[in-house]
Antibody
Framework: EVQLVETGGGLVQPGKSLKLTCATS????????MDWVRQSPEKQLEWVAQ??????????YYAESVEGRFTISRDDSKSSVYLQMNSLKEEDTAIYYC??????????WGQGVMVTVSS | DTVLTQSPALAVSPGERVSISCRAS??????MHWYQQKPGQQPKLLIYKASKVASGVPARFSGSGSGTDFTLTIDPVEADDTATYFCQQSWNDPLTFGSGTKLEIK
């Protein structure tokens, strides 16, 4: 059974940092492309970041709204993917989902973790 | 960015057929996918590449379309189908989602 479990969310002040972790199991993580997708309080879904596998040199891509502030990374030995979020803004407030990007679609989703940016 | 436009909400009775539309601002070939999100849960893949039904999804769900116009059909609708349905394209960068169609079962 595929499992994706996000941790690390919480309440943080604007300008501060937070790191999300997604622990996975049930599939060959080292071959997987992994993404973060967020859902705003208004329920809009937004793709945030993607990291490819070692055969693609772990290439990483970002939404324009987070480019330069967020960093996606992975540890294949731990079957985990991370999202380092710096210089957080109130508009980053959302539920953050870890996803397994299959053949051009989001095959599996974690349960999500809430990030609230507020003073 | 490719904008995906969905109707905000629909209400149907159990046993009826419902079609949920998604229109893209530019062509996405057949790289349109559909997700179901029930209250308090994460989205779940229903249909990928316009018409392929994901594993474990009931045959009541089907998808069609190509280019810019796509449709998710549920026939017949059941009470458990109460949810918000999102379309998502992966042909153009960046990946984008529609704003969702909230389906109410009367």
């Amino acid at each position: 059974e595929v499992q994706l479990v996000e941790t690390g969310g919480g309440l943080v002040q604007p300008g501060k940092s937070l790191k999300l972790t997604c622990a996975t199991s049930g599939f060959t993580f080292s071959d997987a492309w992994m993404d973060w997708v967020r859902q705003s309080p208004e329920k809009q879904l937004e793709w945030v970041a993607q990291i490819k596998d070692i055969s693609n040199n772990y290439a990483a891509y970002y939404a324009e709204s987070v480019e330069g502030r967020f960093t996606i990374s992975r540890d294949d030995s731990k079957s985990s993917v991370y999202l380092q979020m710096n210089s957080l803004k109130e508009e980053d407030t959302a539920i953050y989902y870890c996803t397994y990007y299959g053949n051009y679609y989001f095959d599996y989703w974690g349960q999500g973790v809430m990030v609230t940016v507020s003073s | 960015d490719t904008v995906l436009t969905q109707s905000p909400a629909l209400a149907v009775s159990p046993g009826e057929r419902v079609s949920i539309s998604c229109r893209a601002s530019e062509g996405v070939n057949s790289y349109m996918h559909w997700y179901q999100q029930k209250p308090g849960q994460q989205p779940k893949l229903l249909i990928y590449k316009a018409s392929k039904v994901a594993s474990g999804v009931p045959a009541r769900f089907s998808g069609s379309g190509s280019g810019t116009d796509f449709t998710l059909t549920i026939d017949p609708v059941e009470a458990d189908d109460t949810a918000t349905y999102f379309c998502q394209q992966s042909w153009n960068d960046p990946l984008t989602f529609g704003s969702g169609t909230k389906l109410e079962i009367k």
